[in-house]
Nanobody, 127 residues
Framework: VQLVESGGGLVQPGGSLRLSCAAPTFAFRSHDMSWVRQAPGKGLEWVVDIDSGGGITTYADSVKGRFTISRDNAANTLSLQMNNLKPEDTARYYC?????????????????????WGQGTQVTVSS
C-alpha cells in the first residue's frame, strides 16, 4: 500500500494550504481515511477522519471550522484544505488508513490505530 502526500510548505499565520494524498495501489474507495500530524518533539495528533463514501467527517476540536477533508474515490485521492492556519498547526502531516473507527477519540492519536501511512508533508506556519 502506497500513500503519497504533497502540498505542504511555509505559510504565514492566517494563510491557507491544501494538502493532497495519492493512494494509487489499494482499494481506496473501500476504506475510511485519516489525516494525522506530528510536530517536532511531540506525539502524534489525530486531525480528521472521513468515511469511505466521503459523507461522514469527524474533526479534532483544534481544527474544526478551519480544516476541511474531502476525497475523490475515482481519482484515489484524499485532500485537506487548511484555512486560517496558526503557528500551532506547524507539523508534519500524514494521510493514514485507520484500522478501526469509533470508540475513544483520544486513541486516534496513536500510531497503532493506523496500518498504513505515507512519508508525510511538512507544514510550517510562521511569519
Amino acid at each position: 500500500v502506497q500513500l503519497v502526500e504533497s502540498g505542504g510548505g511555509l505559510v504565514q499565520p492566517g494563510g491557507s494550504l491544501r494538502l493532497s494524498c495519492a493512494a494509487p495501489t489499494f482499494a481506496f474507495r473501500s476504506h475510511d481515511m485519516s489525516w494525522v500530524r506530528q510536530a517536532p518533539g511531540k506525539g502524534l495528533e489525530w486531525v480528521v477522519d472521513i468515511d469511505s463514501g466521503g459523507g461522514i467527517t469527524t474533526y479534532a476540536d483544534s481544527v474544526k471550522g478551519r480544516f476541511t477533508i474531502s476525497r475523490d474515490n475515482a481519482a484515489n485521492t484524499l485532500s485537506l484544505q487548511m484555512n486560517n492556519l496558526k503557528p500551532e498547526d506547524t507539523a508534519r502531516y500524514y494521510c493514514a488508513r485507520p484500522k478501526y473507527t469509533g470508540g475513544d477519540l483520544t486513541m486516534y492519536s496513536r500510531w497503532f490505530r493506523y496500518d498504513y501511512w505515507g512519508q508525510g508533508t511538512q507544514v510550517t506556519v510562521s511569519s
